[in-house]
């Protein structure tokens, strides 16, 4: 069975702090999706990352896929009230998806 | 619509009543995905149809969940005698093909208590 965990859990944090979120496995997947979901919304896509060392950058978020692709970390810059929301990893061998459980992040003013 | 739709997006039944959860995907998606979130949870994976057949069902809870396509468009999952550890938020998602590196758009969810 494939397992994805995610930490921290929780995440409070005041405005401009730099934070890493961490999304781990034993298992190998091909590709790694990270997810950001806000309360009574379903989640949004930000990237997916399919190489093993692939680094992308989306604005201030920058997400990293491990170089045995078992692995992947997001880090945000400069944090801002509206990165406050539930940031999902998953991955998946075929189309569906796997998910961990998410790290719910607070971006206090 | 521009995105993925579903309704109710509240549903309160009480335990043993039937309910029926509506997903409509984006027009033109192949494939359509049902996940279940519970509370301080991510989705997991419920069943997964391309067009209107249901291609892998295996994570259905048990046989009180079922879920049909019969147009290949919009989607119905359905729960009967539902069970207090039914409640959740039940995500819909479509994408235009299948494949690992495929985005799937997800839909609001729909809420669901049991009393």
């Known amino acids: 069975t494939q397992l994805l965990e995610q930490s921290p859990q929780f995440l409070s944090i005041q405005e401009g702090e730099n934070l890493t979120v961490y999304c781990n496995s034993s298992s190998v997947f091909s590709s790694l999706q990270w997810y950001r979901q806000e309360p009574g919304e379903g989640p949004v896509l930000l990237v997916t990352v399919v190489t093993g060392g692939e680094v992308k950058k989306l604005k201030r978020l920058t997400f990293q896929f491990g170089d045995a692709r078992k692995d992947s970390s997001l880090h945000i810059t400069a944090a801002q009230p509206g990165d406050t929301g539930l940031y999902l990893c998953?991955?998946?061998?075929?189309?569906?998806?796997?998910f961990g459980k998410g790290t719910k992040l607070s971006v206090k003013p | 619509g521009a995105g993925v739709s579903q309704s109710p997006r509240y549903k309160v039944a009480k335990r043993g009543q039937d309910v029926a959860l509506r997903c409509d995907p984006i027009?033109?998606?192949?494939?359509l995905f049902w996940y279940q979130q519970a509370l301080g949870q991510g989705p997991e994976f419920l069943t997964y149809f391309q067009n209107e057949a249901q291609l892998d069902k295996s994570g259905l809870p048990s046989d009180r969940f079922f879920a049909e396509r019969p147009e290949g468009s919009v989607s119905t999952l359905k729960i009967q005698r539902t069970q207090q550890e039914d409640s959740a938020v039940y995500l819909c998602?479509?994408?235009?093909?299948?494949?690992?590196?495929?985005?799937?758009?997800f839909g609001p969810g729909t809420r669901l208590l049991v009393l």
């Open positions: 027009s033109g998606h192949v494939s």
């Open positions: 998602a479509s994408s235009i093909h299948y494949g690992k590196q495929e985005t799937q758009y």
């Open positions: 998953a991955g998946g061998s075929q189309g569906n998806l796997i």
